[in-house]
């Protein structure tokens, strides 16, 4: 079953229309990339998903609901959570208090303990830094709380926008790895949006590869590894 179907999306920003006609499906337990260079449409096609930017023709469905005239907070209650671009932490707030802001709109509360917990066993060092004001903290260790605040919304479906951006390759390995063991773990889907085309189509079952707000391949993510036209337009390879 599908835990987000979007078809024939269009997204405009007054009369600049920058998403034409997307499609892209997501099964539950999936975990799918959308790969593409700087400027293709991707953080507005994640926007546009979780609320943030209204679409201005096409339909989205969450969990077997339309939800595009849905606002965020319905869909975040519903299942989905965002690991946005930049991170966006409270800088002055600590980690404690960031993680925790994840889990805002749940009413669950003994199932909130247990899933930090489940946050501390993936990211050990957040526990260790739980006390620290989050921007004293590396790029990678905020990217960690920027993954763990997320988790704590016990999302269905994971976005996840541009996470190894400004990263070191150690520490994107590291975030890369979370990321397949809470999939299968948790059985929670992912959709990682990548400009860095290897490392999201190595993570992933399937891919989805956007130019200029268009779908313009899509399959299985080995296959587009290995096909010459990404790895000469995307992985500078012949
Ligand atoms: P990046 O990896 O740099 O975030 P992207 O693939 O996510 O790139 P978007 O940020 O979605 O691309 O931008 C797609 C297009 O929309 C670009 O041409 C961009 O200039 C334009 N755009 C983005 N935000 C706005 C905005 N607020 N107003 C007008 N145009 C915008």
């Known amino acids: 079953m599908s835990i987000l179907v979007v078809k024939d999306l269009e997204v405009k920003y007054g009369d600049t229309q920058v998403l034409w006609g997307l499609d892209l499906t997501i099964e539950r337990g999936e975990f ?15 926007k546009t998903v979780v609320g943030l930017l209204p679409a201005a023709a096409g339909s989205l469905h969450f969990a077997g609901e339309e939800v595009s005239g849905m606002p965020v907070e319905y ?20 980690v404690m208090d960031n993680l925790m802001i994840g889990a805002h709109f749940r009413e669950d509360r003994p199932q909130v303990h247990e899933d930090l917990g489940k946050v501390f066993g993936y990211f050990p060092e957040l526990e260790r830094l739980r006390k620290r004001v989050a921007g004293d903290l590396s790029g990678g260790e905020q990217q960690m709380c920027a993954v763990g605040r997320a988790l704590m919304a016990s999302p269905g479906l994971l976005l996840v926008d541009e996470m190894s951006l400004g990263l070191a390759p ?31 189509l190595e993570l992933s079952s399937r891919g989805y590869v956007l130019d200029n707000g268009q779908v313009t391949m899509s399959g299985d993510a080995g296959e587009l590894l290995r096909h010459p036209q990404i790895r000469e337009a995307y992985l500078g390879l012949t």
């Open 75 to 94: 869909r975040i209650r519903k299942g989905m959570a965002m690991v946005p671009e930049g991170r966006r932490l409270f800088k002055g707030m600590s």
């Open 170 to 200: 150690v520490v994107v390995e590291r975030l890369a790895e979370v990321l397949a063991k809470i999939n299968v773990n948790e059985r929670m889907s992912v959709l990682l949006v990548e400009q860095d085309v290897e490392i999201a």
């Open 32 to 46: 799918v990339a959308l790969v593409g260079a700087n400027g293709a449409g991707k953080t507005t096609f994640l």
